[in-house]
């Protein structure tokens, strides 16, 4: 399940891992084309679509103006038509502008047109704090968008996570918002040559262990494995689940997780206010109650607008020190 | 593009067949019978929700769908019956669907601001004002891609209705200049009825009095047509679809109309007076089409009684139907339709009844 | 604390304490003035404003055209120099494409500037299903919304809350979204002539009981109370804890009930994933756990968009009967 | 309100003051110094997050806000520094949040694209593309309330800068229409460089070889300015911002301009060729305003030596202020300015140090 970790398995970055998903896509299916802001000239504004102009043209990798808005509702427009569009969002951020289009009519339009019209689209860029962006920059739209049904949420962790989702991403036949995090474009990882496609609603026990289970998305798996490293070495074994999926959430392996171990741990990287961290926790004590020896800990960001000040922003956001001593008050340790 | 004079640019088209004018009198007759049967039935609590009928309008869709082919794809604004219609969807499928049965054209899950038809290439029945037309914007953009990189069907255009009040959306500005930058064969056409709910459009609208501003701000072509006569729309429109499908690019339209009834269902009208929509009243087009046609002999009373006769008679079966129509059951409705590919709770989608009908079966009734 | 019920109080409707509250506040402030699509001429789209233009003049109650970004983002830059809007939303549906003004700069504004310019604006309109208004006339915002900090919201599930709450809402000096709910404008409910206002923060207990802890927010609350009159012909005795505002949220009172009856179940009109009712659950989880003689039920919109027919609607939303049948459940009852 | 060319409407203004050139001078020169050290202190990770410089516009900023009273608002998007500079904000205040300090203008928590002053009516600073343009209907808006029902102050209008990329976002076509039709007095300025990242405005922006069909649309003057030449914008700013006051209605002005560097700190300027900026550089605002000066007597190379002295001194100034005032401390300071009325987590909001200087102390120097 996880990625093949053999030596000879090559190492690409993480958006080299998005970019072979869209081109391989692009290649199998005339239908997928991809449209955003500077994805096709500039070469894409975080590289991700580099070289993808020159291989496809014009007509299938389109610059689009300044109006997330209008090109989200395009997109949703041609995939209505049965087209399957991938719309880059330069940041999710800019989706606030174009919450109407994604939220009103991808995820509703087959509900409301009684089965006829379906929207295979997705919606893909940077989530979550890019690196002192400061408040308006730095959306973690899960918080927000986690709530709405219809739609399928992949916020994958590593280039072979990000490439297996991007893949399933664009053959789903239903709307999929695709969270990808600036701060990891640049991550390598081992990404085999062989074609593979990772499920949706299937979360990946990134690290096993039989102490305390640490669930999370995105980025902050991150800091939930080098959070797991010191424990380690303090003889506390963790087990890190990375959902990969928000929508569908794989709630039964969480649920076994914590069977097993008895404490736990959500890390999400939005706010802590009807966020994805309180839905986990929610359906644990729904479903594991009985099994739990101390309450679930949430580690978030904190409850306040993204500061520009990297102290602050730190400060702010989740990280390994947080997650550390959140696993040892849930084992009363601490 | 360059700017279009609206009174130059287009000439007339040939003499339309007192056939064809025949339809388009009942075409538009079933409208006007389907919303006032719609407002009765509203009165009688058999439909819910909001409800906004299209009376006096019906010169538009009739005469803008005629103008186009069948497969071009057309999408609307909430006030939709009578687009559906013109473009032949069945009035039972209709009604059904504001009755909330299962019947209904989106299975009683859209309602009255959310008709859908894939068999006519209607593509809704909006609720957002000026939400469709980003969306009119990628119907364009996947009929130029189907042709241009899938090589595949014919050029088609794309019909986008929007009301005067979507002007003053930010959806619609930004969805004119993606058309334009990207040369896309999408039609905004508004149904300048003179009002959004209680607003009149000067109130709302810079530039009310010359719409043509708008189009020139995103170097697109303006047209301008009277909207209660249904000849004129027709001739309007023939043309710019003409055009808009050979250059594949976009234009601008602006039909002159007004509605006779409130906004919704609920509407003291006291922004406009009796003495306004009487004068439009008079200039019924459905009275104006009948009169031509009479006079050219080639209506006469009996047949156009006969004509009123059969929309009454089709609309009555439709209100049946829709009567008879299951009502949708929750334990197996609720959780379908949301998803594709089934997943968790969500189970499969079906297409509605309606789409098992062959295409235009009732078009050429 | 509750509505004084002495038979002299006068009643009247949801929508008139609505008005009688902008009114005074307005007579009060002449910084305060609204705005709106069809707040003055029409007289509101449902005849909330009902009068005002004639007692304020147009320069205070002013008509917009179809423009929600525009006229909310006005409204955030004229709280900027200190005037004190109160824009209505017809619907707060049509709030999704104003997210980016209200989201992004209502809220952080006062961040962002370091404290230079708050944003005191009043963002009210109608809230949840209203009636078979189908997928995008019917949004919960606040399962979107209260995962943003920077701001207050308020949730009225009556006329002398909604007065009281408006009061505060528009004397607030930070922004503050209100949300009404078309169903309930024509209840009626005491009223007093004399001037009140209710704290934000500061949950009503709506009915006292020591079997069951029902907690809920706006509409909701009547199926709360409806559902533990019918438990009470069963000898089942449920506090009705109604929340009032979201944000802050009374968890303290919550709690409270919660280690007296042992029992919770939260009623929340929005989606379950990631909402208010989440969030209760996993705040009541925290602090309560060791009380808790079952897990939280939560009873909340049913995971799809919302249907158009009469039926599917009525199935999809929370109602008496969900209620009863949870806080059994909850109770070990069934 | 009707159109206007923008050859003739605008007489010019009479001849400024030697005096005030020079001051446009050393605004000028104190901006394009301040970003370059801004540069500096990017590359040198003394600076976070995106970052965008004002090289080559300076004249906008600077000939724009000259020409209006102090008090009248000003509010821009992400690309500020020249904007507040020109403002009077302190350059140590600036420096300092880019710094990420607490004594930046905003206390180190809104950075580079998110400068405010309220001392000198600088209203931000925002970053995404076109959401400031309502917020300066608000203003204007606003100012208007104040005088007309608040009875208080002076007749003022808003100067609202925006980049050519927001001229396709809807917010500034609600923006746009909101002003027209409530009649305020809201400038749109648009900083017209031909790019926004690396799109050439011809490929995003519909008409934009004529933008004074934007205007058009609304209803709105539309006035243009050579934003290479400071004295060019301040005659034009000056005589709209004189009949925007007076008729307090807005207006549409385009200042042709052009950015020397990347987008921000990271853009390999592929879409461009050297030759293009070249050419621009030539014609530098700040050259042409100091070669004119010196032609007519009012400057000589010593005196500019001294000049460009006393902006490095003011900008070094302000970098050694920035290096040592204090980081923000998260205990303290992450849960303040959240909210006005301090509640559960969040401590109580105060202004900035920079907030306890006197009116014009720096504008004045
Ligand atoms: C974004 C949004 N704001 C408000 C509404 C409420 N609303 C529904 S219809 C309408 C008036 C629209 O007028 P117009 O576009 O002229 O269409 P007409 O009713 O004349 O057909 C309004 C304000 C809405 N549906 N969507
Ligand atoms: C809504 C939104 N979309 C995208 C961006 C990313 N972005 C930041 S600046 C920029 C280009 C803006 O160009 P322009 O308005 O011409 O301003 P300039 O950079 O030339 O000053 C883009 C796309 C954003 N900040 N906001
Ligand atoms: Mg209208
Ligand atoms: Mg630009």
Redesign the pocket.
């Known amino acids: 399940m996880s990625a093949a970790t053999a030596t000879t398995t090559r190492q690409i970055q993480f958006r080299e891992a998005l970019r072979e998903a869209m081109s391989e896509e692009m290649r199998r299916d005339p239908r997928v084309f991809l449209m955003g ?2 994805v096709a000239q500039y070469q894409g ?1 975080y590289k991700v679509s580099q070289g993808m102009l020159e291989e496809f043209g014009p007509r299938r990798i389109i610059d689009t103006p ?1 109006s ?1 808005n209008g090109f989200a509702g395009l997109g949703i427009g041609a995939a209505m038509m049965g087209l399957r569009p991938i719309i880059e ?3 999710w ?2 989706s606030l ?1 174009a919450a109407d289009q994604i939220l009103n009519n991808a995820p509703k339009m087959l509900y409301m047109s009684g089965g006829q019209f379906g929207c295979p689209i997705v919606f893909r860029g940077n989530d979550g704090a890019g690196g002192q962006l400061g408040s ?2 730095s959306w973690a739209v899960e918080g927000l968008f986690s709530n709405v049904p219809g739609l399928r949420i992949a916020i994958p962790s590593t280039p072979y996570d990000a490439k297996g989702l991007l893949k399933t991403a664009i053959r789903c036949d239903d709307p999929v918002f695709f969270l990808e995090s600036e701060r990891m474009l640049g991550n390598k990882g081992p990404v085999p040559e062989e074609e593979y496609l990772i499920p949706f609603g299937v979360a990946d026990i990134k690290r096993a262990g039989a102490d305390c289970t640490i669930v999370s998305f995105g980025r902050p798996v991150h800091f939930c494995l080098e959070a797991a490293e010191k424990l380690a070495a303090e003889g506390i074994e963790c087990e890190v689940i990375d959902g990969r999926t928000i929508r569908p959430l794989d709630i039964d392996t969480i649920i076994e997780s914590v069977k097993k171990t008895g404490y736990c741990v959500v890390v999400d990287q939005s706010w802590p206010f009807g966020s994805v961290a309180s839905e986990v926790a929610a359906q644990v004590y729904e479903r594991a109650m009985d099994y739990l020896d101390n309450r679930v800990y949430r580690v978030c960001s904190d409850d306040v607008p993204a500061p520009y000040s990297k102290a602050l922003e730190q400060a702010m956001l989740p990280h390994a020190g947080k997650i550390i001593e959140a696993v040892k008050k849930a084992m009363y340790l601490a | 593009m360059t700017m279009t004079d609206p009174k130059t640019a287009l000439q007339p088209v040939d003499r339309v067949e007192p056939r064809t004018r025949l339809k388009w009198l009942r075409d538009m007759m079933l409208i006007r019978e389907f919303e006032l049967r719609t407002m009765q039935a509203y009165q009688e609590a058999k439909i819910g929700g909001f409800c906004h009928v299209y009376i006096g309008q019906e010169a538009c869709a009739v005469g803008c769908i005629a103008a186009a082919n069948p497969d071009d794809p057309v999408i609307t604004a909430y006030r939709d019956h009578g687009h559906a219609l013109a473009r032949g969807m069945e009035p039972r499928y209709a009604m059904a669907e504001m009755f909330g049965k299962s019947g209904g054209c989106a299975k009683g899950k859209g309602g009255s601001m959310h008709f859908f038809d894939q068999r006519t290439h209607f593509y809704g029945g909006h609720a957002i004002v000026g939400g469709q037309t980003p969306l009119g914007v990628g119907l364009a953009f996947a009929t130029r891609y189907e042709n241009e990189v899938l090589e595949q069907g014919a050029k088609r255009i794309t019909l986008c209705f929007l009301g005067d009040g979507a002007l003053n959306q930010g959806a619609l500005h930004e969805a004119m200049n993606l058309a334009s930058v990207l040369e896309l064969p999408c039609l905004f056409i508004v149904e300048n009825n003179r009002y959004s709910m209680g607003t009149a459009i000067e109130r709302g609208t810079a530039m009310a009095h010359d719409l043509s501003t708008k189009a020139a701000a995103y170097g697109m072509p303006y047209y301008q047509a009277d909207g209660m006569d249904v000849c004129a729309v027709y001739n309007v429109m023939k043309r710019v679809i003409d055009r808009a499908r050979a250059e594949q690019a976009p234009a601008f339209v602006e039909i002159k109309t007004y509605r006779y009834k409130g906004h919704s269902m609920s509407d003291p009208q006291k922004y406009r007076s009796k003495d306004e929509v009487a004068e439009y009243e008079a200039n019924d087009p459905i009275r104006r089409l009948a009169d031509a046609l009479i006079a050219s002999g080639d209506l006469d009373e009996k047949a156009f009684r006969a004509l009123s006769q059969s929309v009454r008679d089709e609309v009555r079966d439709a209100i049946a139907w829709a009567e008879q129509s299951p009502e949708p059951d929750p334990a197996a409705d609720l959780y379908r339709d949301v998803v594709r590919e089934p997943f968790g709770p969500y189970g499969p989608t079906t297409p509605p009844e309606m789409c098992g009908h062959e295409p235009g079966a009732v078009a050429e009734e």
Do not use: C, G, Y
């Open positions: 802001e500077e504004a300044i997330e969002f330069m940041s951020s800019f502008v308006t920059h």
